[in-house]
């Protein structure tokens, strides 16, 4: 039940984190739904998983809505679809028709006071998205915080390698405002949000580690929980 969890350590253990690479907030978000059907406390998700009448859209859209990408939309599929079976995973794949779980994705793995403001904007905005697609809607966010003594950051050829100096602060100097301000910002706009505190230098041999691992998985384990109870209530 911590198939999320394994796939955002996997973003940085062993391999260099490129913070552009657009698709890596819905490898960590899209796990989300897998976990809940290995934990198996809304039968109602269960059921119509196995069925196959609730799917993960990829593409994250509702079809025929406009709708700011997220990172893992859940839904009803499109009755006149197939549903599409991936073999490394259990929930399948198809287009929506309406959606019932809303989940996005951030990672701040440095320059995190620079861009708070974005992002607190990107998730609050992510969030009245999904509530204006469906008002019962779960929203859902996971953000990733470094709090490494020091990082690199890749662009192309060129590193940059933060030096504790004002304009390039190490994460370990910001995790903690950046967490205040997301806390206060952004999390009341969702239903659940969790942050998940992490250490990468993004540097050779590229290794990970949760800041506190059990708490990490403590609190996954209550966010999966309660999502469940939610979802067989509401759905």
């Known amino acids: 039940m911590d198939s999320l969890l394994r796939a955002f350590r996997n973003l940085f253990a062993g391999r260099k984190y490129l913070h552009r690479v657009s698709n890596q907030g819905d490898l960590v978000a899209i796990q989300l739904y897998e ?3 290995a934990l198996g406390r809304a039968r109602k998700f269960v059921d ?36 599409l079976v991936d073999k490394k ?13 809303g989940a996005e994705t951030k990672i701040l793995a440095k320059a995190m006071i620079k861009q708070i403001d974005r992002v607190c904007g990107d998730l609050q905005r992510q969030a009245a998205l999904f ?30 390698t933060t030096n504790g100096g004002a ?11 950046a967490r205040r301000r997301l806390e206060l910002v952004a999390a009341p706009h969702f239903d659940h949000f969790l942050i998940l505190p992490f250490s990468a230098t993004n540097q050779p041999p590229f290794s990970f580690y949760w800041k506190d691992e059990n708490q990490v998985k403590r609190e996954y384990g209550a966010l999966l929980t309660r999502i469940s109870i939610q979802y067989d209530e509401l759905f």
Do not use: C, W
């Not at 995973?89 to 779980?101: K, Q």
């Not at 697609?133 to 966010?141: D, E, F, R």
């Open 167 to 177: 304009s390039f602060r190490h994460p370990a100097q910001e995790a903690h405002e």
């Open 48 to 83: 119509r998983v196995r069925e196959k009448t609730r799917v993960v859209n990829t593409k994250n859209k509702v079809t025929g809505k406009a709708i700011r990408r997220g990172d893992g939309t859940f839904g009803e599929l499109v009755p006149t679809e197939r549903p």
């Open 131 to 160: 509530k204006g697609l469906k008002s019962n809607v779960i929203t859902v966010a996971f953000v990733g915080i470094n709090q490494a003594e020091v990082y690199t950051s890749y662009e192309g050829e060129r590193s940059f």
């Open 35 to 37: 976990d809940m059907l």
């Open 89 to 101: 995973f259990e929930v399948a794949r198809g287009p929506i028709a309406t959606i019932e779980i």
